[in-house]
């Protein structure tokens, strides 16, 4: 079946990086962009951006550009998410979700809690 | 304040109809940008609702629809039932921003 794997939990310190996967499994990893999307406590679903795993692009909500990096490694069918100067408000739970030309987000990962706190 | 809006919440009571209105504007779902519903369950990870203004994924029931008329869509569960009861969030493409955007989402209570 269709399934997204995803990293699992991280506590990080503000200031410090984090680095959260995704592994792609029952399709073609190249054949959908790999969206990121989090969600603060009791809060909305808010979209990072997405990545391409075919040429590697990517596009970004202007809210991350700069601290957020967007990668994969096709051989192992998996994407990454790099946010880096991380502070208290980006302790969320990260999502990776399947992407599709006309933009839906049909499949989507368990995902990550990122915990950042000194 | 997202850029697409939807009241926070809305209620009904068992086998009723509840409609949940998501508004954006002329940047988005008015400028002809596919609309979709994705329901949250508690502790859970969303899940795709409808897509395209009016469709249903394989293994959605049919109490769900979907429609979409101008700058505004929306989300009609008939027949509620209690395991109904979970967050709604629409979500389009926009163009001003030049990415995908969510509304700030509804909880569904079934009273």
């Known amino acids: 079946q269709v399934e997204l794997v995803q990293s699992g939990a991280e506590v990080k310190k503000p200031g410090a990086s984090v680095k959260v996967s995704c592994k792609a499994s029952?399709?073609?990893?190249?054949?959908?962009?790999i969206n990121w999307v989090r969600q603060a406590t009791g809060q909305g679903l808010e979209w990072m951006g997405w990545m391409s795993p075919t040429s590697g692009n990517t596009d970004f909500a202007q809210k991350f550009q700069g601290r957020v990096t967007m990668t994969r490694d096709t051989s192992i069918s998996t994407a990454y998410m790099e946010l880096s100067s991380l502070r208290s408000d980006d302790t969320a739970i990260y999502y990776c979700?399947?992407?599709?030309?006309?933009?839906?987000?049909?499949?989507w990962g368990i995902g990550t809690t990122v915990t950042v706190s000194s | 304040q997202s850029v697409l809006t939807q009241p926070p919440s809305v209620s009904g009571a068992p086998g009723q109809r509840v409609t949940i209105l998501c508004t954006g504007s002329?940047?988005?779902?008015?400028?002809?940008?596919?609309l979709h519903w994705y329901q949250q369950l508690p502790g859970t990870a969303p899940k795709l609702l409808i897509y395209?203004?009016?469709n249903r994924p394989s293994g959605v029931p049919d109490r769900f629809s979907g429609s979409k008329s101008g700058t505004s869509a929306s989300l009609t569960i008939t027949g509620l039932q209690a395991e109904d009861e979970a967050d709604y969030y629409c979500?389009?493409?926009?163009?001003?921003?030049?990415?995908?955007?969510f509304g700030g989402g509804t909880k569904l209570t079934v009273l």
């Open positions: 395209d203004n009016t």
């Open positions: 979700a399947r992407g599709n030309f006309d933009s839906r987000m049909d499949v």
């Open positions: 002329s940047s988005n779902i008015g400028a002809g940008y596919d």
């Open positions: 979500q389009s493409y926009d163009s001003s921003l030049s990415g995908v955007v």
């Open positions: 029952g399709y073609t990893f190249a054949s959908h962009d």
